[in-house]
């Protein structure tokens, strides 16, 4: 599934091309993702000016005077960036965006993916409870430590937990405490505030890292056919059989949360 980075990278690739341009037509060729396209969605775009191209979590939203699209990509979503007289239809292909010069085209075959149309961004049930962005000024070493406080799940389903801070996924979620030096397993109420510290710390590295990757992955983003062909990261734990630091450590593999996890029993504490 994308994670803040590959979503963070995609947001980019979009806003370059759909930033200002007028929507001159909105058409859904398959209208069943996780939850149906709404058929009105066509209403509000068709001749309206795209204001704003942001990123909420893992939420893509493309603003506009009257309201904004709420886009996901679920586990397989992709956007196709094709010329005007590119009538290029596919298998999976469930909506097309279509300005001036080019069409912007959702493919999705696991049909996990989403759309939605809201009034005001901010109260949407799907944005309004929202944590911290975790590359924002508002995750600190006191948010954490306060809110991890009386919390005794694991500090991994702590930081994945997305009204706490939204888009650290299973990979970035081991790759940061790896770096900050604690095991997955530690209970969230026994964080001290120096491993706090070193959390956030660890969380802003590996997702920046990350999306520099990406956006360096994805330059010619337009040219894209449409395969999920996320850039391959140089990962320092998940899925590695032994310890870059120990050496000759084996990685400990678990499931936390349903979800696999990759630590050090050595390094992390």
């Known amino acids: 599934m994308p994670e803040l980075p590959e979503v963070e990278t995609i947001k980019n690739a979009l806003e370059k091309v759909l930033n200002k341009q007028v929507i001159t037509d909105f058409e859904i060729y398959n209208s069943k993702l996780r939850w149906k396209i709404q058929k009105n969605i066509k209403k509000y775009l068709k001749k309206n000016i795209v204001r704003k191209i942001s990123r909420r979590g893992k939420y893509i939203c493309i603003s506009f005077k009257n309201g904004s699209l709420i886009i996901h990509l679920g586990m397989t979503g992709v956007f196709k960036i094709l010329s005007r007289d590119n009538n290029l239809i596919e298998k999976h292909d469930h909506y097309q965006i279509t300005i001036k010069k080019y069409r912007i085209i959702f493919n999705d075959i696991r049909k996990f993916g989403s759309l939605h149309w809201t009034n005001i961004l901010n109260e949407h049930p799907l944005i309004k409870n929202l944590g911290v962005e975790p590359l924002d000024k508002d995750l600190t070493e006191k948010y ?8 005794k799940l694991s500090i991994k389903n702590f930081i994945m937990d997305q009204k706490i801070v939204v888009g ?5 979620a081991s790759e940061a405490l790896f770096l900050s030096k604690i095991n997955p397993n530690k209970k969230s109420y026994k964080l001290k505030k120096s491993e706090c510290k070193n959390l956030v ?5 590996v997702l920046i890292k990350s999306v520099k990757a990406g956006g360096t992955t994805l330059r010619n983003y337009k040219q894209i056919d449409g395969t999920p062909g996320y850039f391959k990261q140089k990962l320092l734990v998940y899925g590695k059989e032994f310890c870059p630091i ?3 450590s084996k990685i400990t593999k678990t499931k936390i949360g349903g979800r696999m996890s990759y630590y050090c ?3 992390q504490k």
């Open 201 to 205: 710390l660890s969380i802003k590295k």
């Open 246 to 248: 120990c050496k000759k």
């Open 168 to 172: 650290v996924g299973n990979i970035y």
């Open 265 to 267: 029993r050595k390094c």
């Open 144 to 151: 954490i430590f306060q809110k991890s406080r009386k919390r």
